[in-house]
Structures are given as structure tokens and as C-alpha cells.
């Protein structure tokens, strides 16, 4: 069985092809155009991924030297996301499997984050979680802790009830006058610094929930006084600010996970989505082997937006005879 993935729905236009569940091709084409405004602009994401997804996907089937012919199904982003975004890969997606008469597949962004932990990178191999396991999905647009149960049973049973992990990082290193996306830069330079230095307030929320407006509000205050008093004083300090600031957030996640292993008597923890890249989130992750959790941490191009995670999880979807309708339009807030 051979699948095609397509990713568009934020400003990545990706591609990538997995036979049997062993990832032939994972091709990623990133949007420069937003650098310049300091965030995704949609419109501008929408143009960009039409001129991309063609040789994105030309690259795709060149890389894996799989013939289109040979394609068994098309799996694309069917949301959440941007929705001009989703419409080109959507659009693609259904074309493409009808000029080949081949089905298509909708995927379910938040679930490729989850099941990018069953890629193969050779046949059979790869440390992957067993069922049920819990995962910490932090990304750009959601913080959640899902319990996994099966490969399309989900249950989310914690999320932030305002911003999102990546987010808090995000505006925080743009605070800092870090370009964007801020949180890659402000863990290279947390790596640097003293994360002891200051102290940020943890947020109160109900039972598994997360918060992290309060916590940006807190760092926009105490830049403020810090700034009032010494005007260089982010750059003075900004290896100390990002470290601090780095550990609070991981420091806030890892409590409600751990409280949900608890709750759920489940050991096997998973972390997934842009977020999971973070230097000190995967450290602290690691670190809990020695508490007697079975953690799995997926390799840093499965953890931001990709195609790969798309085509196993429509891999997954075919096994099970799921498969789409060229009626179907992409939903923008799809829900696990
Ligand atoms: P969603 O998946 O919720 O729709 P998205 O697809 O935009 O959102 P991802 O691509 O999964 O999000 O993740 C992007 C986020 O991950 C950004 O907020 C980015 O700053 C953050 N991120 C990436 N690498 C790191 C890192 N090393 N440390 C902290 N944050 C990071
Ligand atoms: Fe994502």
C-alpha cells in the first residue's frame, strides 16, 4: 500500500509518500513570505502553497522513485487550520485522486501530530508506543493531553482553556524582539542561559487544563519594569529571560502530564506537534524514564507541520477502509 500525504494547512506545503508504514519521502517547502509581517499572513499562505504544491509533491514522488501510477490513495489535511490553506491542498488532493481514480483520505491534522509516533523509518522498526498511551500534543495552535486508546480512539482530557503552549513561546520571543517563529530562537538562546534566574507565576486552572495568558501577561510586566529601570535590559539578560522563561512553560506542562499518568494509571507517555522539539521539554521528558514511564519523543522533523504524519495516519484510515468523499470540504476547527 503506498499513500501520498498532503499538508497544507498552516504555511508549510508538504508532501510525503509511506509504503506499508515506512516513510519513503517526507518533502517540506516553508513560506518566507510571513517573515516579514511576524506571523502567518493567511492570504499570502494560501498564494504560496498553489505555487508550491505541484513540485512539492513532483519532489515527493521523485524522492521515494514511486511512478503516480503505483499511488494506492491520497491523504490530505482536511483541517484543523487555515481554511484558504486547506482549500489548495484539499482541492489538490481530490483532483489528483480523481484523474489517478484512486480514493482519498481526510485526515485530521491533531491526529498526524499523534500518530507521526507510528512512522517507520525501516521496515518493521522503530520504538513505537502501544496502545493506550498518553499524549502531550503542544503546537502552534493547541495544547492538549489526549488519552489514545486506539489509532482513531482519542480522548482529550486536558487542554489550555486560552493560548497554546507554542503560542506562549511565540509571543514571548516577540516581546524580546525575537524574529518569527520565535519559539526555535528563545530555546537556543534559553540553552544558554540560567533558568533559575527569574521566577514567573505557574497559573491556577481547573483539573488537566492549561492557561497561558496569565503567564505572557507576567513576562510583558516584568520586561516592563525591567526595561523601566535599565533599558538594555533584555539584551543585557536575555539568555537568563529565555531560560527562565522555557523552564516556567515546561515546568507547567509536565505537572498536569504527570497528573494525568496518575489519574489514568497510564505510564506510557507521548509527546507530539511543534512544541515537542523544545530542548528542555524533551530533556525533562527523557528524565522521567528513571521515574518508570515509557516515554516516546518523535524525531524533530516529525515534530512541526509535515507530511509524513499526514500519510501514516491515511495509511492507518486505509488499513480501516476510511476513506473520503470528493464532496468533502476542509473544516478549520476540526476537532480531534
Ligand atoms: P497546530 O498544529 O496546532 O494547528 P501549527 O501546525 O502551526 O499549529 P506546529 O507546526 O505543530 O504548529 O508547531 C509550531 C509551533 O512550535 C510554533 O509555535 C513554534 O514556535 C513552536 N516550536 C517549534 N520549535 C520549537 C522549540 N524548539 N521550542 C519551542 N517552541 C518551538
Ligand atoms: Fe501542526
Known sequence: TIILGIESSCDDTAAAIIKDGKILANI????????????VVPELASRAHQQNIVPV???????????????????????????????VGSSFAKAFAMGLNI?????????????AHFIEESEGGGNKPSF????????????????????????????????????????????LSLPYPGGPLLDKYAQLGNPARFEFPHPRVKDLNYSFSGFKTSVLYFLKKGLAE????????????????????VDILMINLKKAAKQTGINAIAIAG????????????????????????????????????IAITGYHHYLQQNFGTQQSVPNARMKV
Open 28 to 39: 517540506i517547502a516553508n513560506q518566507d513570505v510571513h517573515k516579514a509581517y511576524g506571523g
Open 57 to 87: 509533491v513532483d519532489a515527493a514522488l521523485k524522492k521515494a522513485n514511486i511512478d503516480k501510477k503505483d499511488i494506492s490513495a491520497i491523504a490530505y489535511t482536511n483541517g484543523p487550520g487555515l481554511l484558504g490553506s486547506l482549500l
Open 103 to 115: 480514493p482519498t483520505i481526510e485526515v485530521n491534522h491533531m491526529h498526524g501530530h499523534i500518530l
Open 132 to 175: 493506550p498511551f498518553l499524549c502531550l500534543t503542544v503546537s502552534g495552535g493547541h495544547t492538549q493531553i489526549v488519552k489514545v486508546s486506539d489509532y482513531f480512539k482519542m480522548e482529550i482530557i486536558g487542554e489550555t482553556i486560552d493560548d497554546a503552549a507554542g503560542e506562549a513561546f511565540d509571543k514571548v520571543a516577540k516581546m
Open 230 to 249: 535599565n533599558e538594555n535590559f533584555i539584551t543585557e539578560n536575555l539568555n537568563d529571560i529565555c531560560a527562565s522563561v522555557q523552564k516556567t512553560i
Open 274 to 309: 511543534g512544541v515537542s522539539a523544545n530542548s528542555e521539554l524533551r530533556k525533562r521528558f527523557q528524565d522521567l524514564t528513571a521515574e518508570n514511564f515509557k516515554v516516546y519523543i518523535p524525531k524533530f522533523e516529525y515534530c512541526t507541520d509535515n507530511a509524513g504524519m
